[in-house]
């Protein structure tokens, strides 16, 4: 049997711990240059403190004083500041200005206007040095919350990758299986190669993907459904590695979530856009200001006091546009949801699935494997020509070669009615999905498959007219489907084959009726297992469709597309890999073939029908997370801007200085982000439901 382990041998453990390396790296330095910038900002504001209460310490009153405020000020940009200021020159000299340019300009434009009031009294100008390191404080307090919030919002896949075990019970070469022999060494997982032998007790967390040589026990593998680590529950397993490092179960998820994380949701263009807007145009507004305002005291219009005013609302405005809140709506909503969405075994391959899974109103459903276990059961054989033994016999050997849950179940049932094993013909093996096998075994060609398949193969070729023989008319029982075998071209009988419907089946299709959902069932199967199944499930006959074959499904899903239909289609084998790619959100079970993860938008590691519901209302509260954020940032622009222009200043005498436009850049970044957060609350209650429920039937 194969074995995922909860973690990655080889680069796995050390790639996880450097990655987290350099998020508290970036965390640490966002927080000294924060402590320093806050450092400074407190000494001016005990110098103003000590300017308006006179009973404090005369040394005090120093920190009030020009020089003091000049110091500081220039302490506060090449110190705290300097990364932002080299980073905004950088992007203005590229022609792409950025927020941090804007930030730049800001501080730099205050700076320089209180030079020149210091350097030449007779202008009579205020100086406000002070307004810099103020500036630069707020700046660097929403920097440094919006990294620890990040930090925060990917802690799931953090905690996911310290599953990873660092050590290996290693056994040494041609050892016995058992692992018996009492020489094992602990080794490093980074040391491990595909082939080696390692020895797994209770207890322990599997720390590889490989292959069960030796042993029995039963293995929680919660670590891909949303709960503690793949831990060997109750026996002595010896495992060969199968996969190290990069190629490991845990470093596909992981990787799969980084890359979703760094894609955008379409609404992310209209922010980036009107981003891009602001950024260019509010560079602009400084020299036109300037030139009004310098206009105006050339004209005599308020003499100096005009241009300084004039200044000091462009750098407000300079401030103020920056779109921080904008560039951070939807980039903040999208990584909280989707490591929300790992955390519970749904692994969501970036912004734009979750923008579309949100709109979903029609969901299309595979049946076997899907709304059923896809573990079927050979329930009865029916022979023609051949013995239930030989029937067996014949099937099992060419079905193990599939990996189809039918072909599983035949298999399953030879092995069990311990059916003799043929050896098949190498190279003779061939299927067709959705209809059947066939193969050279003993020497006899042997074809499995549906009645239209092995028909038109195998017995039509002997006998131009073949009807269904009257051992093989008997009604079908409901839910049941009919597998055929034909020997050397001549039907032998067939095999009843029933799968078992999931228990949170009928939940799952209740909370799609509520959420406004059309739910269709396509299925390879005969129409009437697929009827009997749908009647089951109280489900009307025109919401199910049997006889399906691969291309069938894509046209169906295409066909609800043109009817202006927004599809999610879930399955989880190959036979289902054209219509998961056909549709707007391709959603594989977790217990399916590569082939229909591969394609797919969304995998759902817990393999249940439930996660599918969990899946759309994420993606529906993360959606409405974002369009929350971007109303938020659009507000904030269209009223801070004017403001910082100056729009309350004739009525109101209301003015803002550029450390208090800054303060207000601040708070509208850390509603974003704290507003995006508040999706781990929401969301994760919500899901914690829905997993618990699903515990408790099982």
């Known amino acids: 049997m194969r074995q995922w382990g909860s973690g990655t041998a080889g680069s796995g453990a050390s790639v996880a711990q450097r990655k987290r390396a350099e998020r508290l ?66 992007s203005l000299s590229r022609g792409s200005p950025n927020m941090n340019t804007l930030v730049s300009l800001g501080a730099v434009a205050s700076f320089s206007m209180s030079s020149v009031a210091a350097l030449v009294p007779k202008l009579m100008w205020p100086t406000f040095f002070e307004e810099p390191v103020m500036l630069m404080a707020f700046v660097l307090l929403g920097r440094a919350v919006e990294e620890r919030a990040k930090l925060q919002a990917s802690s799931d896949m953090t905690a996911l990758l310290n599953l990873l ?22 080794v490093p997982t980074d040391v491990l190669k595909p082939g080696d032998l390692i020895q797994v007790l209770p207890g322990d967390r599997v720390p590889v993907d490989g292959v069960v040589v030796y042993g029995r026990s039963s293995v929680e593998e919660a670590a891909f459904t949303g709960s503690a680590g793949t831990i060997n529950c109750d026996g002595t397993l010896t495992v060969e590695v199968a996969s190290v490092g990069e190629d490991t179960m845990l470093a596909d998820v992981v990787r799969m979530v980084e890359d979703a994380q760094a894609r955008t949701a379409p609404v992310q263009r209209l922010a980036d ?11 602009k507004i400084f020299p036109a200001v300037i030139k009004t305002a310098a206009g105006a005291a050339a004209g005599g219009v308020g003499g100096s006091a005009a241009l300084l005013l004039g200044l000091q609302l462009a750098c407000n405005v300079l401030v103020v546009a920056c ?34 899974a949100s709109g979903v109103d029609t969901v299309v459903l595979d049946k076997t494997g899907t709304i059923t276990r896809g573990r079927p059961q050979v329930t009865r054989v029916l022979p023609v020509v051949r013995s239930e033994m030989d029937i067996l016999a014949f099937a099992g050997s060419v079905e193990m070669l599939s990996s189809h849950p039918l072909a599983h179940a035949i298999s399953t049932a ?5 059916a003799k094993q043929f050896k098949v013909t190498e190279g003779s093996f061939t299927q067709e999905a959705g209809s059947g096998a066939r193969a050279i075994v003993g020497g006899h060609d042997v074809e499995v498959g549906t009645w239209e398949w ?5 017995i039509k070729k002997k006998v131009e007219k073949t009807p269904l023989p009257a051992a093989l008319l008997t009604a079908l029982v409901p839910g049941h489907t009919r597998v055929y075998v034909s020997v050397d071209g001549q039907l032998a009988g067939a095999l009843e084959i029933a799968d078992e419907i999931r228990a949170e089946t009928p939940k799952a299709l209740e909370a799609f009726r ?16 697929v009827a009997a199944v ?44 054209a219509a998961l790619a056909q549709a707007d959100v391709g959603i594989a079970m977790g217990g399916g073939v590569g082939a229909a993860s591969e394609v797919a938008s969304v995998v759902l590691l817990g393999d249940r029908l439930t996660q599918v519901v969990s899946s759309l209302e994420l993606s529906k509260a993360t959606f409405s997370k974002i369009k929350q954020n971007i109303g938020w940032a659009f507000a904030y622009n269209l009223v801070g801007i004017p403001l910082a222009a100056g729009a309350a200043l004739p009525a109101f005498g209301i003015a803002l200085t550029p450390s208090l436009a800054g303060a207000l850049m601040g708070i509208s970044s850390l509603g974003v982000m704290g507003n995006s957060l508040l999706l781990r609350v929401t969301g994760g209650q919500r899901m914690r439901q829905v997993d618990d429920a699903d515990s408790s039937e099982k």
């Open 165 to 186: 075990p660092t050590v290996a019970r290693l056994l040494p070469p041609n050892s016995p299986l058992d692992g018996n022999s009492g020489i094992k060494s602990e």
């Open 25 to 90: 790296d970036r965390i640490r330095e966002s927080t000294q240059r924060l402590v320093v910038a806050w450092a400074l900002a407190s000494v001016c504001l005990v110098g103003h403190l000590a300017h308006w209460i006179p009973s404090m310490p005369k040394w005090l009153h120093i920190l009030c004083g020009t020089r003091s405020h000049a110091l500081l000020s220039v302490f506060a940009l090449l110190g705290p500041g300097r990364q932002t200021l080299i980073d905004g020159w950088k």
């Open 514 to 529: 509520r959420m406004g959902i059309e739910v269709h069932v396509l299925s390879g199967d005969q129409p009437p297992a």
């Open 454 to 458: 092995v028909h038109r193969n195998s």
């Open 414 to 418: 030879a092995a069990s009615a311990k």
């Open 534 to 577: 749908a009647e089951q499930l109280g489900m009307s006959q025109s919401q199910v469709h049997g006889g399906v074959r691969p291309e069938g499904k894509a046209q169906f899903v295409s066909k609800l597309q043109k009817q202006g239909r927004s599809v999610a289609m879930v399955g989880d084998g190959i036979n289902d890999a």
């Open 273 to 283: 856009t009107v981003s891009g807007k602001f950024v260019y145009a509010a560079p």
């Open 323 to 356: 779109p921080c809140a904008l560039g951070l709506a939807t980039p903040t909503a999208v990584l909280v949801g989707t490591a929300l969405g790992a955390r519970h075994g749904l692994l969501i391959r970036g912004g734009d699935i979750l923008e579309k």
